[in-house]
């Protein structure tokens, strides 16, 4: 009997998901999506749950994001159907876990990405390992931060959230505190005793095995990051790091000169727009631009073939190519189309 992919469970005081595709680093399908939904309908006004603990299994991943190649399997197909009952069945678990009304824990040891932010960020604690890897890649894959991102990424401490949307940089372990990602750092070696612990159902015991997080990597480069991704426009952050000119600073226009370039501009806009909306507003937003980013623009298509399908095979070519090229009154008319 095949095992299910999203394993519920009550146990104690705590009801318990653990994300069950390994091999996929514990992508989101929409099976999955469906689960979390029924787990957060059974438990929401039960009395007996005081909490969720969700867990990735394999030992590799929290959770990957969602399964974005079968999203442009149906994109190449014309399938508008099923594309958006992904999105709108996911981002409707992103609100309903900001909603649930009691701790979500999330214990991130592996990658967590995209979708499984998505998963963790809208409640807490979120409790990462020195093994946890948190980014929002989706500028390379011609996407944009989803899953409610365009509210949290610019409430995060200064342009972080700039900077981690636009680059997809990678924060490891540690990081994630310094970035306001995660809430507490635990080491995976003290993971199984936590988790123990959560099953009597108070969240609180997580300040007990939580430790002091290394210094964040990115501590020396955070004034650079607050004044160049600060900036209104991608030409005007290019302009700061390209005006700095330390290696560093090369090493972001590198970064950014690969990335879709109407990704980027979407994606700046998203989080411009996002600082001065609610969640439900955000994810509303986001389905939209979901319609005319996955099926009316070829670089989505290009990207996740780049990325996830060849791998590493880089995009033949991006629509329009260069930053300097695409045009702003494009970009505003892609928040205005019908999801």
């Known amino acids: 009997m095949t095992e299910s992919n999203l394993i519920a469970a009550r146990q104690g005081a705590a009801g318990t998901l653990l994300m069950n595709r390994p ?10 999506i469906r689960d979390f939904q029924a787990a957060l309908d059974g438990w929401r006004d039960d009395a007996a749950v005081k909490l969720v603990v969700l867990e990735g299994a394999g030992g590799r991943a929290f959770c990957a994001g969602g399964d974005v190649r079968a999203v442009r399997d149906a994109a190449i197909a014309g399938d508008r159907a099923p594309v958006a009952a992904f999105f709108t069945q996911e981002y409707a678990v992103n609100q309903g ?9 999330s214990l991130i040891d592996g990658v967590c990405m995209g979708g499984g932010i998505g998963l963790a960020i809208h409640n807490g604690p979120r409790v990462v390992t020195e093994n946890a890897l948190m980014a929002m890649p989706e500028t390379a894959i011609a996407l944009f931060p989803d899953v409610g991102t365009s509210y949290i990424l610019p409430r995060l ?3 972080l959230g700039a900077w981690l949307a636009l680059t997809g940089a990678r924060l490891r372990g540690g990081d994630c505190l310094h970035a306001g990602l995660a809430t507490h750092f635990v080491p995976a070696a003290n993971l199984p005793a936590l988790r123990a612990a959560l099953l009597e159902g108070d969240a609180r015991v997580v300040e007990s095995f939580a430790q002091a997080p290394p210094e964040a990597s990115f501590a020396a480069h955070r004034s650079l990051i607050d004044h160049a991704f600060g900036q209104p426009s991608m030409p005007g952050i290019i302009a700061a790091l390209e005006a700095d000119g330390g290696e560093w600073a090369q090493s972001q226009v590198a970064i950014l000169r690969r990335m879709s370039p109407t990704s980027l501009c979407v994606s700046l806009e998203l989080l411009r727009r996002g600082a001065g909306m ?6 509303d937003e986001e389905l939209v631009l ?12 290009e990207g996740v073939r780049s990325v996830l399908v ?5 995009p033949a070519t991006w629509s329009p190519a260069t930053l300097e090229a695409v045009d702003p009154a494009a970009i505003q008319a892609m928040f205005s189309r019908a999801g």
């Open 290 to 301: 979901t319609g005319s980013v996955v099926h009316d623009h070829p670089d989505f298509r």
């Open 310 to 314: 060849d791998k590493g095979n880089p």
């Open 97 to 105: 876990i900001a909603e649930f009304g009691k701790p979500w824990v």
């Open 278 to 283: 609610t969640l439900r507003q955000c994810l």
């Open 157 to 159: 401490p200064g342009a």
């Open 23 to 32: 091999k996929a680093l514990n992508a989101l399908d929409l099976g999955m």
